[in-house]
C-alpha cells in the first residue's frame, strides 16, 4: 500500500484495494472496471473545473465540486485524493481561499499518482 502525507502530516493510504474488492464483490469485476475508467475520464472534467474556480475565486463551486471529487474518490479506494478533496470542501466552505492552490496542486499531483498506482495494479 503506497502513502502519502496531507499538510497536516497524517499518513493517509493513497489507495485501499479492499474497496476495489468490495465493490467487485457488489458489481461485479467488468462493472467495476467501467466504474473506473469513468472516474478517470470525469477526473480529468473535475480537475478543469477546480481550476477555473480556483482562478475566479468562486467557492461555492470550489466547494460543491470538491465535495463531488471526494465522494467519487474515496468509493474507489483513493483514499489520500478524497482527504485532499475534503480539506479544499471545508477551506471553500469557510472562505479561507489562500491555500487552496497549494492543495489543488496536491490534488492533481494525487489524482496522477492514484492513476499510474491503478495501472501497476492491472486495475485500469
Known sequence: ??????????????????TLKTLEKIVGAETTRLFIQQFIQSATEHLANLQQWVATG???ELRRKAHQFKGESLQLGAMQLGVLCEEME????????????EILAQIEAEFAHFEATLKSGGQL
Request: glycine share 4%; aromatic share 4%.
Open 1 to 18: 500500500m503506497t502513502q502519502s502525507e496531507t499538510t497536516n502530516n497524517t499518513v493517509v493510504p493513497t489507495y485501499d484495494p479492499e
Open 58 to 60: 468562486n467557492a461555492n
Open 90 to 101: 471545508t477551506l471553500a466552505q469557510q472562505g479561507s481561499l489562500e491555500k487552496i492552490p
